[in-house]
Antibody
Framework: QVQLQQSGPGLVKPSQTLSLTCAVS??????????WNWIRQSPSRGLEWLGR?????????DYAVSVKSRITINPDTSKNQFSLQLNSVTPEDTAVYYC??????????WGQGTLVTVSS | SSELTQDPAVSVALGQTVRITCQGD??????ASWYQQKPGQAPLLVIY???NRPSGIPDRFSGSSSGNTASLTITGAQAEDEADYYC???????????FGGGTKLTVL
């Protein structure tokens, strides 16, 4: 049974970096058939896909155009987890952030969600 | 604004059938998936690859597609089906994923 457990701070100051981690159990982040995503949700923007990392003989990343200059998603195979870093945050980045396991474009498993507030 | 358009709200009488739709040009080329989200919870996948249900999803949930419109049908809606429903698919702007704006389903 696949489970995703998120961790990270719920409050980030403007201009700083938002960092979250998603620990995976029941599957491997190095799986050749899954991709590991970050998605956020806010009242103003709804559900917004941010990016993903996946392994297909090599590691690949895809990022949303809206955050491409500010985002990094990295796998950590030693801990079977993956992380999100979003730089230069503003109050517009306040949202509930989810990690999710994707297969074939569908998100079968989700983390519990982390409310991240950007405020001084 | 989302490239996938959903009606903001739909209601259905208990036990009746309701269809929730999702419109977008990318749906002519790609399947939609559907998610149910209840307050304070993460989204839950209910339909993938147009009309497949993950394990544990009741068979009253079904999906279909025609042209640029994907549909989620709940046959015999139950009180516990009251939730927000979101579609997702690929988009045509270079992103692997786009979500619809969501439909709030009320079961009367």
């Amino acid at each position: 049974q696949v489970q995703l457990q998120q961790s990270g701070p719920g409050l980030v100051k403007p201009s700083q970096t938002l960092s979250l981690t998603c620990a995976v159990s029941g599957d491997s982040v190095s799986s050749n058939s899954a991709a590991w995503n970050w998605i956020r949700q806010s009242p103003s923007r709804g559900l917004e896909w941010l990016g993903r990392t996946y392994y297909r003989s090599n590691w690949y990343n895809d990022y949303a155009v809206s955050v491409k200059s500010r985002i990094t998603i990295n796998p950590d195979t030693s801990k079977n987890q993956f992380s999100l870093q979003l730089n230069s945050v503003t109050p517009e980045d306040t949202a509930v952030y989810y990690c999710a396991r994707e297969r074939g474009g569908s998100y079968f498993h989700w983390g519990q969600g982390t409310l991240v507030t950007v405020s001084s | 604004s989302s490239e996938l358009t959903q009606d903001p709200a739909v209601s259905v009488a208990l036990g009746q059938t309701v269809r929730i739709t999702c419109q977008g040009d990318s749906l002519r080329s790609y399947f939609a998936s559907w998610y149910q989200q209840k307050p304070g919870q993460a989204p839950l996948l209910v339909i993938y690859d147009k009309n497949n249900r993950p394990s544990g999803i009741p068979d009253r949930f079904s999906g279909s597609s025609s042209g640029n419109t994907a549909s989620l049908t709940i046959t015999g809606a139950q009180a516990e089906d009251e939730a927000d429903y979101y579609c997702n698919s690929r988009d045509r702007s270079g992103n692997p994923c786009v979500f619809g704006g969501g439909t709030k389903l009320t079961v009367l």
